[in-house]
């Protein structure tokens, strides 16, 4: 089992940035690669960015690419996603989750590929 909690959610005006974490207890962390999804009211699970199990890998979401940053620190046993020129279709509810390491690749969008997530965390962005 791995246990993950997020946090640093909140209100934000539009161009605005935050950075959001996630803490990992449980099973070695390094065991899992991580990923950050996002969902807003009405609207499928959507992925964001994901991290390799080392760091040494990310994959983004074309809405992030440019704006977000995954990374982790394994001797904190967290992942961060930090997140910059905020827009208000950025509004959502942040999760992050963790899949095996054995499994990286085409897989990393498909949020039943992971197989532990966090309860999440709200972020508004006001227009």
């Known amino acids: 089992q791995v246990q993950l909690v997020e946090s640093g959610g909140g209100l934000v005006q539009a161009g605005g940035s935050l950075r959001l974490s996630c803490a990992a207890s449980g099973r070695t962390f390094i065991r899992y690669h991580m990923g950050w999804f996002r969902q807003a009211p009405g609207k499928e699970r959507e992925f964001v960015a994901a991290i390799s199990w080392s760091g040494s890998r990310t994959e983004y979401a074309d809405s992030a690419k440019g704006r977000f940053t995954i990374s982790r620190d394994n001797a904190k046993n967290t992942v961060y996603l930090q997140m910059n020129s905020l827009k208000p279709e950025d509004t959502a509810v942040y999760y992050c989750?963790?899949?095996?390491?054995?499994?990286?690749?085409?897989?990393?969008?498909?949020?039943?590929?992971?197989?532990?997530w966090g309860q999440g965390t709200q972020v508004t962005v006001s227009s």
């Open positions: 989750a963790a899949k095996d390491r054995t499994d990286w690749g085409s897989s990393l969008p498909d949020w039943t590929r992971y197989d532990y």
